[in-house]
């Protein structure tokens, strides 16, 4: 990882960690926190290895949205 | 009882089912029988929470009656059995393995219970599991209201999970029986390290409705019990569309063993990954190859290319913060009892729309790939698990090094709703079993319990059991 993605992997961490404290941050000590940075870490890791992989705008979710029609 | 007790303890669901037509027992001596197993070692395994003995004897008597007077439900009429306690039951408490939620109670049962209540089973015991199904990342085997699960085999170690008291129960002979659930490993795990057989249907094989939600697109109900034979009686009485679950295939489900193959499988052998598997697992299971070279044709195989894990990981973090947010917004899970736990829902909280999509888009591609495979074999085998049960006391990742604590096959096979039947192998360190999953196709639920069950006649693995 360059610098500069270290840089915004770290942004991007403390961003999400922001949006929990500001939330629930009376919940949190020090172990807390250190605990919840490394879990959005790997969630933002697991996040860009998703993104290096290339899709087409015809991949679609893997999932049916299902409209319904109830008769009578 | 007139028989030996231990011959019933451990006896498959047909032994016992011929036993009671016979008349060497009767459905309220079994009752009773695992009743007071469950009560007098079910503790010392921390593996039940909820002994239902009331409803147990009730069902009991019903099915006596009703075999007296000649209505015969079929292979489960008077069988005891054990549900994970993230299963519904009317009036009784389903605690999720969550202490905050140790009075929870449901008004009606689950689907899967009111299935085996029509089959004429006899539910004795709510048992034990992780808390919240393990979704909020627990580390250690101390993750349950009923304390750390001891597997029968060696009590200094743990189950697995998150079907924990599910595979203690049934590998200690204190249930016939149980049903466990899957997200990421919870059947496969327990009964690979308790030495069952576990089978993870097929995604929508079995209803959900009235289970707890970790993930709605990854969980599954399944079977845990002695044989691979035993598990097909039981996904028949529990497999078949349910309104109530819109997930349910529309396909119905026969186990017909009588017209199974015994021999003459097409089997792929993933050895990929064998370098981070333990060395016991990986030559119990090589042996487990050479047995099924008798019975089948083996060629190497290998997986698609994909970061499964990171995959896994979004999906299951972000379904399973959808699911909890209510249990997240209100602190109720600073009542679980693994540290790890009372924090580990909040980061899926922060995982984007559009980086869930990403995930579900990436699994449509996996999924297409997969089936591609998997068609041109009757099944793929791979260790169940790559390690055997570690430590109580033990942090999973520490005891893992330097194997890898993850198993892709399992992985992929829950992205991709596939299903998977984990049978015992043999013998690891500390006296514990290792376990060989087989894998196949969604929908190949019989030709998987056909494969183990082939391999469960030239081995007697399956056969062994630990002492009380």
């Not at chain 2, 529309?250 to 199974?260: D, G």
Request: net charge negative; with cysteine; charged share 20%.
């Amino acid at each position: 990882m360059s610098g500069s993605q270290s840089d915004e992997r770290a942004a991007v961490v403390e961003a999400r960690y922001q949006m929990l404290a500001a939330r629930f941050g009376d919940r949190f000590d020090a172990a807390a926190e250190e605990k919840l940075r490394a879990d959005l870490a790997k969630l933002v890791d697991a996040a860009d290895a998703l993104r290096a992989l290339p899709l087409a705008n015809g991949d679609e979710p893997d999932f049916v949205f299902p409209p319904v029609r109830r008769d009578g | 009882m007139s028989t030996n007790d231990d011959h019933v303890s451990f006896a498959t669901i047909r032994e016992l089912g011929r036993m009671i037509r016979s008349g060497e027992t009767t459905p309220t001596r079994l009752a009773e029988h695992f009743l007071g197993r469950l009560e007098t070692i079910g503790p010392e395994l921390n593996a039940v929470v909820t002994l239902t003995r009331e409803r147990a004897m009730r069902e009991a008597q019903l099915a006596e009656d009703e075999l007296a007077s000649g209505y015969d439900r079929g292979p489960l009429h008077g069988i005891p059995y054990g549900a994970k306690d993230l299963l519904a039951t009317a009036g009784i408490p389903t605690s999720w393995g969550a202490e905050p939620l140790r009075e929870q109670i449901f008004a009606d049962d689950a689907t899967a219970v009111k299935k085996l209540r029509d089959a004429g089973a006899v539910l004795v015991a709510k048992l034990a599991m992780i808390e919240m199904a393990g979704g909020m990342g627990y580390n250690q085997p101390v993750a349950s209201l009923t304390g750390a699960p001891r597997n029968p085999w060696n009590r200094e170690s743990w189950t697995g999970g998150s079907s924990s008291g599910s595979g203690a129960a049934v590998a200690a002979g204190l249930v016939p029986f149980a049903i466990g659930s899957e997200t990421g490993g919870s059947i496969l795990s327990p009964s690979s390290y308790c030495g069952l057989s576990g089978l993870r249907p097929s995604y929508g094989r079995i209803s959900r409705h009235g289970a707890m939600a970790l993930c709605w697109t990854l969980d599954k109900l399944g079977p845990m019990c002695h044989t691979a034979d035993d598990t097909g009686i039981v996904l028949q009485a529990l497999a078949g569309y349910d309104p109530a679950d819109g997930s349910t295939l529309q396909q119905t489900y026969r186990y017909e063993p009588e017209i199974a193959r015994s021999s003459g499988f097409r089997l792929g052998v993933l050895r990929q990954g064998l370098d981070l598997v333990q060395p016991e697992v990986n030559a119990n299971f090589e042996a487990a190859c050479t047995a099924l070279g008798s019975v089948a044709t083996l060629e190497n195989v290998e997986l698609p290319d994909y970061p499964y894990g990171d995959i896994y990981t979004l999906i299951l973090s972000s379904e399973g913060a959808a699911a909890f947010e209510d249990l997240i917004e209100r602190g109720v899970i600073s009542g679980l009892t693994a540290p790890e736990d009372r924090l580990g829902g909040y980061a899926g909280l922060t995982v984007t729309a559009v980086e869930y999509l990403r995930a579900m888009r990436v699994r449509r591609r996996i999924n297409d790939e997969v089936d591609a495979l998997l068609s041109r074999y009757d099944a793929i085998v791979h260790p169940a698990t790559n390690t055997v049960a570690s430590p109580i006391g033990v942090n999973f990742d520490l005891f893992a090094k330097p194997w890898s604590r993850r198993n892709t096959l399992t992985s992929l096979g829950n992205l991709s709703g596939f299903p998977a039947l984990s049978v015992m192998s043999g013998f690891g360190e500390r006296g514990l079993p290792t376990g060989m999953q087989i894998a196949g196709r969604v929908g190949s639920e019989s030709t998987l319990i056909a494969v183990g069950s082939a391999y469960q006649q030239l081995t007697d693995w399956h056969d062994q059991h630990p002492s009380d």
